[in-house]
């Protein structure tokens, strides 16, 4: 008993010494809370954003390891490809790691604009002052230029027409073209490869969590089962969608290939054949500009988008503008027979008649459903609180087989493991944590019910 009352003295100072320690931290200024029960997750995306910049971060420091961020030196191959490829293949769990990173930075891209539109819909951005939101906007676009410094670093066919694009769109900037090619590019492949990969690594991050710091606000919400779930989809997504290491570049391959989603706007903008300066870079400059001055522009105290008819149509028709931009983005004309130039160009009238399509569309659109909604809340009589949606004896039983379920699936991912079948692996483990975060809420939702 005496050794007991000591050892548990020895932790109860060891716990104090740490927590006392951290009293004069930034992290003591901060006030979490972990919820006892369900919390829309909407509120805190930019948290769950946050833990998968965390989860980026860890995988990313072991892929360095790893890489090499140079051309020359590995045969016929380039080293920043060779690396690559000896991580997918033979570094043991680098095939994990890199699928991890990359769906990773996929969801985080996701995750920020998801987090951009609940707080311009809900109003929240208005409670709190127009620096958190002027730092998230500033944030999303880093975001982006981190994901697109990524995928660079592979130097496989899609990187090589990226890093063209991003060359020539820096070359064709007005007065300083050619000196902000020189400084982001260099001048060559030899150069760019050390370039993006000092950014990647370093000056984008350093950035990020300067502004991080700025941006989240004092309360954070840490929920448990959300973050699992996150995680786990990221596994599960990373086991059924595989990142490719596709062909190393050659400017003489003919294969035509199609940027990241989130950059294939941008793509065809460039490939209307206008101005490379006005499509590439001025019209989305106008279009982030237009976002930084919402704050300073919807002043009113309205917070609920159905109060806000001009700004909830001007916020779904954003979204439509996204939409059709980043599917045109995609389009190749199918006719093999056309030249290459022929085939990746996109036709103007086309193009920007379906902007102008799905901006009418979805401005008026948008005013008609407000209105009718209007209408429908004028004539709705409050309707009788339902019950808990699950008894208690029903929960017991969904619980014990979602526990059910969790040994089978750790089983399952075992004999993956044993036989070797990777992408089985990854979702099997996403599926373990997706679960563990449904039983973990499932049993926050029973404390609540009536015995």
Known sequence: MAQQQEKRNVISKLYHWFVDGLQRTVFMGVQYTFPKRFVSPLGYLG??????????????????????????????LTCAF???QRINNDVPYG?????????????????????????????????????????????????????????DLIFNQRAGLAIEIGSSLANSSPIIGNTLRLATFGAGFTD??????????????MIMLILVFIHFPRYLVFDLPIISVVVGAIFMIAGIFPVQLSTPYSPSNPSLTIPE????????????????????????GLLFIMALVIPFVDTSKKMNWRERPFFTALGVTSIGQIIVTTAWGFYINPNTSLPTLERLLVPPQLYFGSMILITLISFVGTYAFLRYI??????????????????????????????????????????????????????????ILVVFGVIVHLYRYSQNLPF
């Open 82 to 84: 060779a690396s690559v």
């Open 192 to 205: 760019f490869v050390l370039r993006l990969y000092a950014a990647h690594v370093f000056i984008l991050p």
């Open 374 to 431: 209007k209408a429908k809340e004028r004539i709705r009589r409050a309707a009788p609180s339902s019950g808990p949606i699950l008894s208690r004896k029903w929960t017991g039983l969904v619980f014990l087989a979602l526990v059910f379920s969790q040994v089978a699936l750790n089983g399952l991912a075992f004999l993956a493991v044993q036989q070797g079948l990777r992408n089985m692996v990854l979702f099997d483990v996403g599926s």
């Open 95 to 151: 095939w994990l790691l890199r699928n991890i990173h990359y769906t990773a930075s996929n969801a985080m891209v996701l995750l920020a604009v998801l987090h951009l539109y609940y707080q311009y819909f809900s109003g929240r951005f208005k409670i709190k002052n127009e620096v958190l939101w002027v730092t998230g906007i500033i944030l999303g676009i880093i975001t982006g230029v981190e994901a697109y410094s990524g995928y």
């Open 47 to 76: 948290t769950l954003t946050g833990m998968v910049f965390l989860v980026l971060g860890i995988t990313g420091g072991l892929l360095m390891i790893y890489y090499q961020p140079t051309l020359a030196g590995c045969g016929n």
């Open 261 to 284: 989603w989130y950059l294939t706007a941008i793509y065809a903008l460039l490939r209307t054949e206008y101005d490379r300066f006005v499509m590439g870079a001025l019209m989305p």
